[in-house]
């Protein structure tokens, strides 16, 4: 198989073996991409959470991000996410979520990386006057209207006069 | 009373009997007796909350009951959980944060003043004037025994470097090749010239390659998955650390401050579990070792010596974009490996965590990778760092060290160039320490 250098399809070749004076192989315009994400659990300040082609290696992740971001990396961790195969469809055929690689890169010199809030909380303040705010209050009384009353200490209505 | 006729075989054999039975129905001062009641404690084996105090109870008594060092620490490390591997030379970025909150340790750039270079011995009969800072008390080392040293450093250097003909070693086994062994030369020929000059070294024991580990519990946590899921745990560590020497004396080495006195800087926290840094979980023997068994009479320590591996060496993290971890490498190597010798000791002694220590363990290590030397003191104030011991502890352990300093520049044409004097100094200063009462 003939590996292109110039238009790297790496997803369907290896890279090729290094001999001793073999020239450094020099990859322009890659296929990789990555995906930044925000951690599932909490990480250390100088980590940054990537999902990444199931292909990539740390050493890939490492020049890409210098090389083409020129962000220094200190330290890089993947690991692969199995997904799950035992959901079945309308016709009982098994269907796999697809597995996907996650990178953990920690930055250099200290430096540190929060993933941004996207969908920011927004305070339901309703306006006083308005007629959602009388609808609101308006189920609100209906609601401790239909409630028991709490000195029967949960006891049903059907006991008693 | 009349006796009854009805009942002549009575009469004949138990007629004592009978007596006494009349006795006891005359009226007498009535016995008082107080009701006897066993304690009042929860059981030991029921499903509830106090009855598992009780157990822990029960256990700490078993512990603290013990009355040899061996036994102590079997119960202590009888019971194998999976536990985080604390390993002082690591790969991991900004480990000297992470393991001095792991040991509850305080680190103060430079030394103590007593280490330092420059110590000053007043003698207060004569009124002597102390030496120059950044000289060597001439009233413990002369200059001819300075510059033996000097000669023997340098020495020691040629020989790995330049006069014996060494292959090129395999990858990443150039520390093993040239420098180890120039470092054990360097240790026992600095020890034997300076025994003269204090006598806890010719009572010492050095060690090349001794195994020390030690074994501890610090912060809780609730098992998440399991058939123990739900309980609260609290989270084992252990250090397995290979120096490439150590000095180990009968005696132990004077505090550098007070046991009581508080220090102003704090100790890192960091809110993250252990595998964020990431460390990782093993099961297997709990061990703590000083490098000796509890009956050998050395059994504190003075001085460690810690190689640095290949794959942490200057050149590669600079390389790697790591300059800055250089020296966050080395203290954390010897926050960790200097932790683990003096708890070690500590525990030796009998201490563990709900028994404190009565006074402080100290120790000493000097970090290198063949030209670059740090030197680190140790000062071990508290073992109670779980959480049940660790609520009303003020105690920190302190931990001094100083930057990388480098021995030598180069070896040129069969001289080795710029010798550094400070370090050498600062390394004799390090193994004349001794007891003041020495």
Known sequence: MVIDLKCACLYLSRYPLYQLGNPQLRIFRTNFFM??????????????????????TKCDIKNYLEKIYSVPVGAVRTRIQYCTNKKRNHLNQRVKRPDYKVAYVQLVQQQTFQFPEIFPQKDTALEPGSVEEMQDQFMQDEQQRQKADPRRGGVTEWFGL | MAAPSRLPLLQFCSTRVFLLRCTQGFHGEPVVREPAYPPVIPSRTAKSKSAKKRREEDYYNQVRAASLVQDKLRLLTRLQRKKYVVYPQTFTLNADRWYQHFTKTVFLPGLPGKCSVGRQVVDKENGKVPPAAGGVDPTVLDENTFSELRSLVGNGILQENFYLKKRRPFLQKEQEHFVAPFLSNLVSSVTSSLAKYNPLLKMSSLDFNPEVSFYWMRGERTVPRGHRRG?????????????????????????????????????????FEPNRLPMFQRQYDNNIFIGSKVTDPCSYGHTQFHLVHDRFKRGRLIKGNL???????????????????????????GFWSHEDLTRPFVSQAVVTDGQYFSFFCYQLNTLALTVQTDQDNPRKNICWGTESMRLYEQVKDGEVVGLNDDVLKLLVNFLLNKPQKM
């Open chain 1, 35 to 56: 995906t930044l994400v925000k951690p599932g659990k909490e990480q250390p300040p100088d980590t940054v959470q990537f999902r990444i082609p199931m292909e990539m």
């Open chain 2, 231 to 271: 309980r609260v745990d609290p989270i084992r560590f252990q250090i397995n650390d290979q120096p490439h020497c150590q000095i180990r004396v009968p005696e132990q080495l004077e505090e550098f401050l007070p046991l009581q006195e508080s220090v102003s800087a704090e100790v890192p926290v960091v809110h």
């Open chain 2, 323 to 349: 300059a800055d971890q250089v020296e966050v490498r080395l203290r954390a190597n010897a926050i960790a490996s200097l932790f683990a010798w003096t708890g070690a000791q500590a525990m030796y002694q």
